[in-house]
């Protein structure tokens, strides 16, 4: 058995009107949590991308080191903390709303070359082997079906990116739209901060920038990470959320959704 993590968080973007101040915060706590407080998670098998670091290619290139030689048994975790966003689609048949739910890396530009659409990971989880526990954490805005709302007591800022349209321009140079990933149920759970349609909010709580959600999963896990499932914590999430103000709905999905967070 082999336990591996992914965690990517990024606060600092070349735009500094797209700046953030909780994505990295999320990671370091996440990380205390799986190898600290529940140690079931080596550190030398958590690999951290932050900021400058986390740019498309480096991002997809650790998505690969973290599935490579995934068999039943293992535990693994990619959890991604920064901007979302949604772009128009070809595949209208697929995506009703004619929108893909896209992640923003640290070298967004508003292409498609250097965002990571629901299309491309859905490719790269499509193989994930049967008897893998494998969580997928997204605290971004529209993070549903990828498939951050305010600062809360300080300033509004949410997780959206500023100053592009993305894919205004090249709209058909989008290339393949990946259908037969997509049509295949996703061989995890997708733990995501809010709906499709939602922002998700950087929030400033007991003094320390963190994602509301985040912030609110790891609060859950601790309490009944052993004895709830995933699902039934996310609804408990909901309910923190919105009981401390929080305009956003977060969501499970995936065919492990039922299944507790830690084997």
Not at 90 to 113: F, H, V
Request: overall charge negative; charged content about 25%.
């Amino acid at each position: 058995m082999k336990n591996k993590a992914l965690l990517v968080g990024i606060n600092k973007y070349p735009d500094p009107r797209n700046e953030l101040r909780g994505c990295v915060n999320d990671i370091l706590d996440m990380a205390h949590f799986i190898s600290e407080k529940n140690k079931v998670y080596a550190t030398e098998n958590i690999k951290r991308l932050t900021d400058q670091q986390a740019t498309k290619k480096t991002i997809v290139a650790q998505i690969k080191w973290l599935l490579e030689g995934a068999q039943s048994g293992d535990s693994l975790l990619f959890h991604y903390s920064g901007h979302g966003a949604q772009a128009p689609t070809k595949n209208q048949k697929i995506e009703k709303d004619g929108l893909d739910e896209i992640i923003c890396p640290y070298d967004y530009d508003g292409s498609n070359e250097t965002a990571l659409r629901d299309k491309e990971f859905a490719q790269l989880f499509a193989g994930i082997p049967q008897g893998v526990h494998f969580v997928w954490i997204s605290d971004s805005c529209h993070a549903e079906d990828l498939s951050r709302d305010p600062f809360q007591g300080v300033e509004k800022h949410y997780r959206y990116f500023n100053g592009i349209t993305p894919f205004k321009a090249g709209y058909e140079d989008l290339g393949d739209e990946f259908p037969l990933p997509i049509i295949k149920p996703f061989n995890g759970a997708l733990l995501s901060a809010c709906a499709s349609h939602e922002l998700s909010a950087d929030a400033y709580i007991n003094n320390r920038f963190n994602g509301a959600f985040t912030y609110y999963l790891i609060k859950n896990l601790m309490q009944y990470g052993d004895s709830k499932s995933m699902q039934a914590i996310v609804e408990i999430v909901n309910k923190d959320l919105n009981k401390n103000g929080y305009d956003q709905n977060p969501q499970s999905e995936g065919l492990l959704e039922n299944k507790t967070f830690f084997l």
